[in-house]
Structures are given as C-alpha cells and as structure tokens.
C-alpha cells in the first residue's frame, strides 16, 4: 500500500490532540513521519512539533541532533531535545536499556491532552511478534505493539504500522529527504536486526505478504488479549478484596487452571506495572495453593513477592529485614522515624485514653521489636496473652509481626505500636495519656480493630 499524507490525516483525526509530536529520530521513518505531517498544514489545524531524544550512545549523536535541528528548522516545525541516559546495566539488554530510558523520558515529558507520534511500521510489528514468539509470549506479547496507548498524561499513536519499510522508502525518495543511518541498525548480534536482515527475506521469498499476515495476527491477538483481560476483570471482581488488596484461596482455586493464571496474571499487573514469567506464575499456583493451609509460603521475583496467611493471598513490596536487636530512646518531643520501612511513631496528648503520662515521666520510653516470648494484658482483659496470640486474634500477617513497634517504659512492654496498651500502664479516666499513633509505610499492616486509646 502507497503512503500518503492525507491517509495520515484520516488516522489523525481518530485520535484527537490539542497538539501532536513526532518522535523523530533522524532516520527515515521519523523523517517521513514528520515530512507529512508538516506537509498537512492547515488541513491538520493542530500544532505540531517534534522531539528528539539524544541518547548519547552513539559517538555521532550530536551531530544526529544537529542534523534534526536543521530539518525541523527547515519544516518550520519547533523541536525539543530530551537527552537521556541509556547505558544498559551489566547483563541488561542494550537495546531494553535504551527503549525503556526513551520512553520513560517521553512519557514524563508529554503534555496532557498531548500525542505523540511513533513511526514503527508493518515490517517493525512483523519483527515484534517473531520475537515475542521466539521467548514464548502469550498473547498480550503476540498483541505486539498497540496502534494507540496511553503515554504519560498524553496518548502515543503509531500511524505508520499499516504501511511497509518499502512504502516509506519510496516516499522518502520521492520527496528528496535526506536521513541519518545508525550503524548499529546493521549489527546481528541484535535478535532484531538479525531477524530483519537473516530471516525476513527468506519468509518473504517464499511467502510474499508475510509482513502483512504477522502484522494482522497481531491485530487477532490484541483482540483475543483484550477479551482475556476483560474475563480477568470479571473474576478479580468475584475472587479478590480490592480494599485490601488480597485474592480469596478458596474462590481462586474453584477456577479452571486457565483462568487462575489469568485472573493471577491480571492481578499481579495492576499492582506490580507488570506479568511475571511463566516460571514464577508456575511456582505461585505450586507454592501457595497448594500448600498446607497452616504453612506460611512465599514467592519472591523482583522487588516482589506473593505470600499467603489463613485463605489469602497478598502481593507485596519487598522490604529489609527488621533489625530485632535495634533498640530507639524516644523523648516522646517530636514524632520517631523508625528504620528500614518501619514508618513513624508520634503521640497524641489527651485524658483517659493511652499510657499514662505520669509512667512515661517517671522512667524512659524505649522502642523495641519482637524477639520471641513477649507478653502483654490489654487494658481491659483478665489475662495475660502472648503477641504471637494477640497478632493471631487481630488477623496480622506473620511476615508483618516483626515490623510492629513495641513501646518499653521502665524496661517493661507498655504498648504495642497503636493496637493495645498493657495493664498497668493504661491511663485512668482521669488521668493525662499519650496516645500513640503509628503511621505506617507503603505496604504497612493494618491494624484496623482495636486501638491504645480503647
């Protein structure tokens, strides 16, 4: 199919924008991206303009920024220059390093109510499902790139991906344009540029329209990724507490195999930005649905991890250890952050309610954490009860117990964080308290239930 302007014109108006940006590299299927753009003037009655992210991976990519300038300069189109740094970790992919750091730019950078243009074509989405194929993507990898998505506070459009390589290229010559070459386009040792120049010709030898039939598979599996989402959506409803963020043992496993993983990989998505592989989804329905319900599994990839208490299952931020041995002096003046991800405790004044002020003055308050054996007889309860007990009654998680602030007042346990304040340090009816308050981190236990000024 020939590409012309007034096609992108009609795509443009599918995707409405107080202003519309093209990602323009310097190569040729930016440049032609921006030629027709340009070339639309006051059909497109928009503002327009372009932005180059300069990597600064290649030792000519000033002089591809220069030669950007020049052109948008020429096309009287304004251009902003992100400059990034792309330098891929050891072990990372250079070629992951630099698409995450441009695209992380640009979204931080779009406008709202802005678009931006990406010049990915047919030949490009053809290669983007190959390669998913290739690590045995499911099918939200086949869907391979979205023809629109969001980006940032703007929208990302890819006008271009109904149109060929060949396509642009006769454009291109056909209006003079003049273009830069990245060298490492040329370089096999990249799965893709290795498809594009090994493996491509020969499908096409033998199968002309393959670009287009991989290109359309997609558009199938976009579909058929989007149905399974929307399935996902439906059960996450009916299996899961979206307050609390946890998924129901008991209503999962009544769920085909199939929909367990993707109702487990829909969930995971909304918290974690992204699916984890094959491998971890495995090892969470094995580990935690499987075993014993008195058992305390756990599934860590990442900086994530699922683990399981009673018939729930929670996704979570993974935290540092809590140093059990750390023991605070706290003045009680000014609130105390604590360590690691431990949040912060400060102290409501008051009559009646917390520890008594008149035991705080008469000796220090130290704050400690959990080392086995402690004991605590809520105000207001006949008997003494292990917190291993009490944490039980109140439903906190084991692996949220040790990160529970406890309150010492003359070497004795006087509180424990917000949740309970021992007999005989609860402050009489008459009586100054302080009432703890302890804000927890991202991620924190909640302690919903009962409180120290009960």
Not at 103 to 116: D, F, K, N, R, S
Not at 160 to 176: E, I
Not at 284 to 302: E, T
Not at 318 to 345: H, I, Q
């Amino acid at each position: 199919m020939k590409f012309v302007p007034e096609k992108l014109l009609e795509q443009l108006r599918t995707c409405p924008a107080a202003c519309y940006w093209v990602a323009y590299s310097g190569g040729l299927d930016s440049h032609v991206l921006l030629h027709a753009l340009a070339g639309l003037g006051e059909r497109l009655d928009r503002d327009i303009g372009a932005v180059h992210v300069n990597h600064g991976l290649q030792a000519a990519a000033d002089r591809w920024e220069r030669h950007c300038a020049r052109v948008c300069a020429a096309l009287d189109v304004p251009m902003t220059v992100l400059p990034v740094d792309a330098a891929a970790a050891a072990g990372d992919s250079p070629e992951a390093a630099a698409r995450s750091a441009r695209y992380a730019a640009l979204a931080a950078w779009l406008p709202a109510g802005h678009c931006l243009l990406s010049a990915q074509h047919q030949d490009d989405q053809a290669e983007t499902l190959l390669l998913q194929l290739l690590r045995g993507s499911g099918v939200s990898g086949l869907a391979a790139m979205p023809v629109v998505a969001a980006l940032g506070a703007g929208r990302l459009l890819r006008p271009l991906l109904p149109y060929t390589r060949q396509a642009l290229h006769d454009y291109a010559l056909a209006a003079h344009l003049s273009w830069v070459e990245d060298p490492s386009n040329t370089d096999t040792a990249f799965d893709r540029n290795y498809l594009r120049r090994h493996i491509m010709p020969v499908l096409r030898q033998r199968w002309p329209a393959a670009p287009a039939a991989l290109a359309r598979s997609a558009v199938h599996c976009a579909e058929a990724a989007a149905l399974l989402a929307r399935l996902a959506e439906q059960d996450l409803e009916a299996v899961s507490d979206r307050g609390r963020g946890v998924v129901f043992m008991e209503s999962l496993t009544a769920l085909p195999a199939g929909r367990q993983r993707n109702v487990l990989r829909h969930w995971i998505r909304e918290t974690a930005g992204k699916v984890p592989s094959t491998a971890v989804l495995a090892r969470i329905r094995n580990d935690l649905l499987r075993s014993r319900r008195d058992a305390s599994p756990c599934v860590q990839w990442g900086g994530y991890e699922v683990r399981r208490y009673r018939d729930a299952l929670y996704l979570l931020h993974r935290k540092p250890a809590t140093d059990r041995d750390r023991v605070l002096d706290w003045s009680l003046d000014e609130p105390l952050r604590l360590p690691g991800a431990g949040g912060m405790l400060s102290v409501t004044r008051g009559t009646g309610r917390g520890v008594r002020a008149a035991a705080v003055a008469a000796a220090g308050v130290r704050v400690a954490w959990r080392r086995g054996g402690e004991r605590c007889r809520p105000a207001g309860r006949e008997h003494h009860r292990s917190l291993k007990k009490l944490f039980q009654e109140q439903g906190i998680p084991p692996w949220e117990r040790e990160r529970i602030p406890l309150i010492y007042i003359g070497g004795e346990l006087a509180a424990v964080a917000d949740l309970w304040v021992c007999a005989p340090f609860q402050a009489g009816s008459a009586e100054a308290g302080l009432l703890v308050n302890w804000r927890k981190s991202d991620g924190g236990v909640d302690t919903t239930g009962t409180r120290s000024g009960n």
